[in-house]
Nanobody
Framework: QVQLVESGGGLVQAGGSLRLSCAAS????????VAWFRQSPGKEREFVAG????????DYADSVKGRFTISKDNAKNTLYLQMNSLKPEDTAVYYC??????????????????WGQGTQVTVSS
């Protein structure tokens, strides 16, 4: 049974930083694509960052390029999202997601099969 548990969210002032973690059990990173998404009230879930199955290629939403970095720790089977220079518009619930069969990064939420419960990030102005 796949379980993804996010942590690291919180309240931060604009310009600050947070690091989100996604610990996996029942799933070994490095087989299929993984990603971070976020969702704000009244908006659709949107792609933030992702890794291909082999950790070689990454992709970022234009809105976070240069500010967010996706990374992983194989030994801990954990995915991270380092978020710097945070803006109020980054406020959202952040989710990690993994595919059960896709090796390429896709920005469509429907293409990911397993999701964490989400962690709230709030950026005050």
């Amino acid at each position: 049974q796949v379980q993804l548990v996010e942590s690291g969210g919180g309240l931060v002032q604009a310009g600050g930083s947070l690091r989100l973690s996604c610990a996996a059990s029942g799933y070994t990173f490095g087989r299929y694509a993984v990603a971070w998404f976020r969702q704000s009230p009244g908006k659709e879930r949107e792609f933030v960052a992702g890794f291909t199955w082999n950790w070689v290629n990454t992709d970022y939403a234009d809105s976070v390029k240069g500010r967010f970095t996706i990374s992983k720790d194989n030994a801990k089977n954990t995915l991270y999202l380092q978020m710097n220079s945070l803006k109020p518009e980054d406020t959202a619930v952040y989710y990690c997601a993994v595919s059960g069969n896709r090796v390429r990064i896709t920005t469509r939420a429907d293409d990911y099969d397993y999701w964490g419960q989400g962690t709230q990030v709030t950026v005050s102005s």
